[in-house]
Each structure stands twice: as C-alpha cells, then as structure tokens.
C-alpha cells in the first residue's frame, strides 16, 4: 500500500510504495504573472497581477507587497494603481487538502519605466523617462 507523509520540517511529502524506499514530493511553487497591461508601466495605470499555481486546485492566496502581507487580498488575482502601488510582489497559497500551502512566489518588481511629458503654460514640452 502506497501512503503519502508530510514531512513539516522540510516542507515536503514522502511516497513510500515499499518499507525501504521513500520519493519526496516538493509542494508546488507560486508565481507572480503580470495579466495587464503589457509593456511599459505609466504613472495612472491599474496594474492586475495574478498568481499561478500548478497542479492543485481550491488555493486561498496571500499577497505580499514589499514583504509586507496586503491585507484582505486573498484571489487568485489583484489589481494595484501606480505609482502608489507600485514595489516587489510577492504570493503564496494555501488549501484545506494536502498540499495545505505552496511556497512562496520569487518577487515580481513592479516598476515604472514608461515616459513622462512634462509641459510648461509657456507651450515648452520636455520628455524624461520616469522610474520609480
């Protein structure tokens, strides 16, 4: 008989299909994907964000931005505003089945790098490229 075993010090499960021999199961990984827009990121701009999970179903997510926990965010996808929301993203799933949780998504910078017209009452239009 076959039986799986989660290991909580390591985070994974263990197979064992014989006494002897055991296969880790690593839990899946989160990842951060930008949905929209694509391209260049302006000042204005919403921003949505989804977070993919692979093999399980049924996640509750928990966003992060700039290693702080967002609060009341717990879908699959976001959307933020820029540039006040803008930074490093960051999700992480969890479930009532086993898998109970993935790890942690690499962060997602979410930077502006489009162009800015700045234009004076004179009519004097000057172009600069605007990161924050």
Not at 49 to 67: A, E, G, K, M, P
Not at 71 to 99: E, F, H, M, N, W
Request: aromatic fraction near 10%.
């Amino acid at each position: 008989m076959q039986y799986l075993v989660f290991q909580p010090r390591t985070d994974h499960f263990m197979s064992s299909a014989h006494q002897h021999s055991t296969i880790p199961f690593s839990l899946p990984t989160a990842l951060v994907k930008i949905v929209t827009p694509q391209g260049l990121l302006y000042p204005g701009e919403t921003v949505t964000l989804r977070c993919d999970i692979s093999d399980y179903t049924d996640w509750t997510y928990r966003w992060f931005r700039n290693n702080e926990e967002l609060p009341i965010q717990t879908r699959k996808t976001i959307t933020i505003s820029l540039p006040d929301q803008a930074g490093q993203y960051r999700c992480v799933g969890r479930r009532r089945d086993r898998p109970q949780k993935s790890y942690r998504s690499s962060a997602l910078p979410i930077i502006i790098t489009g162009e800015v017209t700045v234009c004076l009452q004179s009519g004097f239009c000057k172009f600069r490229a605007n990161e924050v």
